[in-house]
């Protein structure tokens, strides 16, 4: 990683050296509200993991490939957090899990992550960063367009000022979480048999009860 130049210059040449063999991507909170708002966060769960790094816990797309084995005496990565259900492994290089690598696509491209909009341009401690310099994007000859460039920047920096605010995520999470378990909950209810339900029904006054009793 290098600090990015004034004249930064960039065109994506898609060869997709950004989306395999990488680390994970740091998510932002636009990126869970997006991805909530299209109706993709499902598909996207089994992916997002919460890393733990010097500047705090925060939520990433993790790789498909193997997590690094734990050193002597050491916590398996992730392993602090493996009980909130989000948590678990997160894999240091791998693929990521949206590219398609025979037709080196993203499957989510017009909803990727922020991290991938502004890419590769960074955002650091006040300063704009190239993340890649090996990209062979960069440097390229043709004029930047000047709106695609503020977006760039604007999201590099997006990453950076939320990607670890995990107070302000987890709890959309959560929300996004419970509406699916109600949706989830609904939908077998609505295939339950009237004797099933009666039995349910049963269950639920006698946890009342109890409830009551205590
Ligand atoms: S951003 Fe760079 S590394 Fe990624 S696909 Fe474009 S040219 Fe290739
Ligand atoms: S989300 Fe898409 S653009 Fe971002 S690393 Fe994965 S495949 Fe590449």
Request: glycine share 8%; proline share 6%; charged share 30%.
């Amino acid at each position: 990683m290098s600090e990015a130049k004034s004249k930064f210059k960039f065109a994506c040449t898609k060869c997709g050296a950004c989306c395999d063999g990488r680390g994970p991507v740091p998510l932002s909170l636009q990126d869970i509200e997006l991805w909530a708002s299209k109706q993709i966060i499902r598909n996207m769960f089994p992916y997002i993991k919460i890393r733990k790094s010097d500047a705090g816990l925060g939520l990433v797309l993790n790789m498909l490939g193997e997590a690094a084995p734990p050193k002597d005496g050491e916590k398996k990565a992730g392993e602090e957090d493996a009980d909130d259900g989000i948590g678990g492994d997160v894999v240091p290089k791998g693929k990521c899990p949206m590219f398609n690598k025979e037709g080196k696509t993203c499957l989510i491209y017009p909803n990727r992550p922020a991290y991938c909009r502004a890419f590769p341009l960074g955002y650091e401690d006040g300063s704009y960063v190239v993340e890649m310099d090996t990209c062979p994007g960069l440097g390229s000859t043709e004029e930047m367009d000047k709106d695609l460039l503020r977006q760039m920047r604007d999201d590099a920096k997006r990453v950076f000022d939320d990607g670890h605010q995990l107070g302000l995520v987890l709890p959309v999470l959560q929300a996004i979480i419970m509406n699916a378990m109600q949706e989830a909950s609904m939908r077998a209810m609505a295939k339950m048999k009237p004797e099933d339900l009666k039995r349910m029904e049963e269950i639920m006054q006698k946890m009342a009860e109890d409830k009551e009793k205590k």
